[in-house]
């Protein structure tokens, strides 16, 4: 993701590097039933000149994982990377939005979760309180994102 590299260039290396993921579980015997993959979503190299939208962020995510990811693996969890809280949670409701996978499809956000609570919360004891509801409101809100039910500007 870091980089002045286009969609198109990250389209190609995620799509090599799942391959080559699901080609080793293969090898190595592992029930794919029992398998969650943990991956980026296919973005534009951070420092590029043109950043992909939400709507070919989810296209191209998911043209990819239709290409390596078998229909047995029964979960792709998406990290959100150096995506800002919005920006990832965008890109996951635009994917969200595309219907039903042959996997579930979900996130695994730590950044996207945790950056506005550590923020407010800043060290200060008296700050716990207000970075916990912050935490929440990104889970409400990244919780509708994963339904496709998000919007820009919504209230938790």
């Known amino acids: 993701m870091d980089g002045d590299h286009g969609i198109d260039r990250s ?5 090599a590097v799942l391959a080559a993921v699901v080609e080793q579980l293969r090898r190595q015997r592992v029930a794919l039933e029992g398998v969650l993959v943990k991956t980026n979503m296919v973005v534009s190299g951070y420092g590029g000149p043109d950043q992909a939208g939400p709507d070919e ?3 191209r995510t998911l043209e990819v994982l239709h290409r390596t990811i078998p229909a047995a693996v029964p979960g792709i969890v998406f990290l959100s990377g150096g995506q800002d809280d919005e920006q990832a949670t965008a890109n996951l ?3 969200a939005r595309r219907g039903p996978q042959p996997w579930t499809v979900s996130f695994s ?7 506005r ?7 200060a004891e008296e ?7 912050a935490f929440a409101e990104r889970l409400r809100l990244t919780g509708a994102a994963n339904r496709g039910e998000w919007s820009p500007g919504r209230a938790a």
Not at 117 to 123: E, K, Q
């Open 109 to 115: 956000y730590a950044r996207a979760l945790q950056g």
């Open 11 to 15: 389209a190609e290396v995620t799509e």
């Open 127 to 133: 700050n716990v309180a207000a970075a916990q509801d």
């Open 117 to 123: 609570p550590m923020s407010v919360w800043a060290g």
């Open 57 to 59: 962020v989810a296209d």
């Open 93 to 95: 409701d635009a994917i």
